[in-house]
């Protein structure tokens, strides 16, 4: 009989009641953001408009380590957390490896990915302050769904931009969100002045993170008691996800492990953040050696193949400017079916500890990224969403890094969410339908030239 244990399962009573800010411990803090009128450093009251201030509040926190988790959000966490973290020993045994491979399970929550953890924080924060209605944006519609999700559960009015791809390819989706009760808009849309421009210059335009930013702040600045939410890429959103990474290092002490490297898909940086920096204190204070992974698409490598510029975080131009490894706001992504990684730049955070090579980062091609979410499908019995096909993807590469060298490193991913909504997506790949799109220098050059307008 086996005594293998495959899934470690912390109780409720273990839910962490303190998000980590791993700001306060980065040795170079992240650049400021600045107002795009006067080029100043933004003060957190700045951010009050759009945002709940105490979100705007933590954006702007790099000295707190520990944020306290109030007992309302985390009486929400209790109906799906603690997620597990599961060991794939099929999929090790398929790859042939001495790799120790775990991957945290962020797929059991009731909208099926990790979203759920800022978005349950994001309404609560908005509904304390008094708010009714709320905004945002989403690309595949995780973000969107778990947003419904937590305004329903907090009793707010939510209004979601979809990008237009997105809207088409993943109809299911936007099913969900109206299900809990959301108002769903396909992005650009001729409902705002920034989505009436774009579909004036461009009127065929399949949409961007940045364009369905741009409709949902300017939604937000012109209803009464309305603020802004979003789902990745500030620095408030990834605090409220390192809950994955606090709970996995439980887990992991648990299987007695403790990981070499920690990968996770990368739009904007929410879940990467989320399952890495718990782990990183312990690098940025105890000089631990790990590696953390960055799997991001290839046809979107802000990370690999942008610049750190000052940039703004949506197409318009509406969000202040902020230091980010950045393909430009404008840059127009490829129809990949991981919509939730197509974003032109990466969060501050993130683009400092990338600077500070405290961190790595590889691009995926979209054909690689199905191959490992199927092989991990046939091995593990989960079918997973294209984006945490990626993280999967940079795994798979450790895990024969390891089959060659024989070293029995210890791999830790993020599995952020499942596929089950995005079969559409799989019946393409199976059908050989997809392809691999990749961006030449010249066009990534080109893109980037626009920047120098912004100064």
């Keep these: 009989?086996?005594?293998?244990?495959?899934?470690?399962?912390?109780?409720?009573?273990?839910?962490?009641?303190?998000?980590?800010?791993?700001?306060?411990?980065m040795p170079n803090k992240p650049m400021p953001p600045l107002?795009?009128?006067?080029?100043?450093?933004?003060?957190?009251?700045?951010?009050?408009?759009?945002?709940?201030?105490?979100?705007?509040?933590?954006?702007?926190?790099?000295?707190?380590?520990?944020?306290?988790?109030?007992?309302?959000?985390?009486?929400?966490?209790?109906?799906?957390?603690?997620?597990?973290?599961?060991?794939?020993y099929g999929l090790e045994k398929a790859l042939g490896t001495p790799a120790h491979i775990y991957f945290k399970n962020e797929s059991v929550s009731p909208v099926g990915s990790h979203?759920?953890?800022?978005?349950?924080?994001?309404?609560?924060?908005?509904?304390?302050?008094?708010?009714?209605?709320?905004?945002?944006?989403?690309?595949?519609?995780?973000?969107?769904?778990?947003?419904?999700?937590?305004?329903?559960?907090?009793?707010?009015?939510?209004a979601v931009y979809m990008v237009k791809i997105s809207y088409e390819q993943k109809p299911y989706r936007r099913s969900i969100m109206q299900t809990f009760g959301a108002?769903?808009?396909?992005?650009?849309?001729?409902?705002?002045?920034?989505?009436?421009?774009?579909?004036?210059?461009h009127p065929n335009h399949q949409g961007s993170l940045g364009t369905a930013i741009s409709e949902a702040i300017e939604l937000a600045m012109s209803t009464p008691n309305c603020k802004y939410t979003l789902g990745s890429v500030l620095s408030?959103?990834?605090?409220?996800?390192?809950?994955?990474?606090?709970?996995?290092?439980?887990?992991?002490?648990?299987?007695?492990?403790?990981?070499?490297?920690?990968?996770?898909?990368?739009?904007?940086?929410?879940?990467?953040?989320?399952?890495?920096?718990?782990?990183?204190?312990?690098?940025?204070?105890?000089?631990?050696?790990?590696?953390?992974?960055?799997?991001?698409?290839?046809?979107?490598?802000k990370l690999t193949r942008g610049v750190f510029r000052y940039d703004f975080g949506d197409e318009a131009g509406y969000t202040p400017l902020l230091p980010m490894f950045t393909l430009g706001h404008n840059f127009a992504p490829a129809n990949i079916h991981a919509g939730g990684l197509r974003y032109h730049g990466a969060g501050v955070i993130v683009s400092q500890l990338l600077k500070?090579?405290?961190?790595?980062?590889?691009?995926?091609?979209?054909?690689?990224?199905?191959?490992?979410?199927?092989?991990?499908?046939?091995?593990?019995?989960i079918i997973p969403a294209p984006e945490s096909c990626h993280a999967i993807a940079a795994a798979v590469r450790e895990a024969r890094k390891?089959?060659?060298?024989?070293?029995?490193?210890?791999?830790?991913?993020?599995?952020?969410?499942?596929?089950?909504?995005?079969?559409?997506?799989?019946?393409?790949?199976?059908?050989?339908?997809l392809v691999n799109y990749s961006l030449s220098d010249e066009q990534i050059k080109r893109n980037i030239g626009e920047l120098d307008a912004i100064g």
């Excluded at 107002?35 to 000295?63: C, G, R, V």
């Excluded at 929410?270 to 799997?295: D, V």
Aim: with cysteine; aromatic share 10%; charged share 25%.
């Design 183 to 201: 108002q769903v808009t396909a992005s650009p849309s001729m409902s705002t002045k920034a989505g009436r421009k774009i579909l004036t210059e």
């Design 236 to 301: 408030h959103v990834t605090l409220h996800q390192t809950i994955i990474g606090l709970e996995a290092e439980k887990q992991m002490e648990m299987a007695g492990e403790y990981p070499d490297l920690i990968i996770g898909c990368f739009g904007g940086g929410s879940n990467f953040g989320g399952i890495s920096f718990p782990f990183m204190r312990h690098t940025l204070r105890e000089g631990r050696k790990t590696r953390y992974i960055a799997a991001e698409p290839d046809s979107c490598p």
């Design 35 to 88: 107002n795009p009128a006067t080029k100043q450093p933004l003060k957190a009251s700045d951010l009050y408009p759009i945002f709940a201030e105490a979100l705007a509040d933590q954006e702007m926190n790099q000295t707190d380590p520990w944020i306290d988790i109030p007992d309302e959000v985390r009486e929400q966490y209790k109906n799906y957390r603690c997620t597990p973290l599961v060991r794939a």
């Design 356 to 381: 500070d090579k405290l961190m790595e980062a590889v691009d995926i091609p979209q054909l690689e990224s199905f191959d490992a979410g199927c092989l991990f499908a046939q091995t593990e019995g």
């Design 402 to 433: 390891c089959t060659e060298s024989g070293e029995p490193k210890v791999i830790l991913f993020n599995l952020s969410g499942h596929g089950l909504i995005d079969m559409a997506a799989y019946d393409k790949y199976l059908a050989g339908d």
């Design 1 to 25: 009989m086996s005594t293998k244990t495959k899934r470690f399962i912390l109780p409720e009573s273990e839910i962490p009641t303190r998000w980590y800010n791993v700001m306060a411990d």
């Design 115 to 158: 979203k759920l953890n800022s978005a349950l924080a994001q309404a609560y924060y908005c509904k304390r302050q008094g708010v009714t209605n709320i905004t945002t944006e989403t690309g595949a519609g995780q973000w969107g769904a778990a947003l419904s999700y937590a305004a329903k559960a907090f009793g707010l009015e939510l």
